[in-house]
């Protein structure tokens, strides 16, 4: 018995290995996945084991950088702040984040160790991510048909390019203004915050991810629309739903304050509109595809004589 996308993977891959166009049985489907499975285990370790060895930069450099008012997002607000300040007497505290240098302490015997090793793990599945969405391109390819493998051109490219992206701007803008809120909102003056590490570094990992994830947006609206399940039309009707949603998801990753809002909100709902612009590009390739199919159908067909 056969399942059938990893059928046509390897009825793909036999036609070029052999002449002879004999059909892979499941288990050696099976045992081609294994092998693609593997490597990409092997790439994500040696960048996970690189990540470990540098302990120092990963932390000191990037993991506890944004809580630190030197980071790069932190001193640009500042800067922003000052024009704005110069040039239209504006100032508003909103812009002025991790001004005063978060504490963090660990009350854990293997919580550094445990810290270490996560955050190792992390950013070597972030660095390995392009191998990785390749091998997985890899195994799916061969099972393509030829106009499928022309449209999807660059596939690997631009789903690992959406993702680092999307990295970037959660670390770079996200993070930071999610540090500065959760670390200086308090629900009483007798109550002190006090950062456990594993809690610092959970919610930096986390933002950060998720903003990677949610950057794919774009591409997951192009194979939706690929297979159906969405359309422009669609896409246009709930707009305005849309963007409800992605202002509470804006609102929710980010400081409840306007700047910090529209600052996440923008890129999210210029990827919608990328988004919509995809699935209408699809579904007008489809339409022409088609008429061309209908149109040659006609050509072909034999014309009827009257009598």
């Not at 493998?149 to 789903?159: D, M, S």
């Amino acid at each position: 018995m056969y399942i059938y996308p990893l059928k046509k993977v390897y009825m793909a891959k036999s036609r070029k290995k052999s002449q002879k166009k004999e059909e892979m049985s499941f288990l050696d489907h099976l045992e081609e996945l294994r092998w693609h499975l593997v490597r990409s285990v092997l790439g994500a370790t040696v960048f996970i084991v690189i990540a470990f060895l540098n302990r120092r930069f990963i932390f000191e450099e990037v993991i506890l950088k944004p809580k630190n008012p030197e980071f790069f997002t932190n001193r640009m607000l500042i800067n922003v702040n000052a024009w704005l300040e110069t040039n239209f007497g504006l100032k508003t505290e909103a812009l002025a984040i991790n001004q005063n240098p978060l504490e963090i302490v660990n009350i854990d015997m293997a919580g550094q160790f445990m810290s270490h090793l996560k955050v190792s793990i992390v950013a070597g599945l972030i660095i390995a991510s392009p191998y990785v969405i390749w091998e997985i391109w890899s195994f799916i390819k061969p099972a393509l048909y030829p106009h499928e493998k022309r449209q999807a051109t660059g596939a690997v490219f631009f789903i690992s390019l959406l993702f680092l992206i999307g990295i970037l701007f959660g670390y770079y803008i996200i993070t930071p203004l999610s540090v500065h809120f959760l670390a200086s909102y308090f629900v009483s003056s007798e109550v002190q915050n006090t950062i456990k590490l594993s809690s610092y570094i959970g919610t930096v990992t986390s933002v950060t991810f998720a903003s990677g994830v949610i950057f794919e947006l774009p591409m997951i609206i192009l194979f939706l629309s690929k297979v159906g399940l969405v359309t422009p039309a669609f896409m246009r009707k709930y707009r305005r739903h849309a963007y409800i949603i992605l202002l509470i998801i804006a609102a929710i990753i980010t400081p409840p304050d306007v700047f910090s809002q529209i600052l996440v909100s923008i890129p999210l709902i210029i990827l919608y509109e990328v988004s919509v612009y995809l699935s209408w590009s699809v579904v007008r390739k489809k339409k022409k595809r088609l008429e061309a199919e209908e149109a040659g159908n006609n050509t072909n067909s034999p014309k009827i004589e009257n009598e």
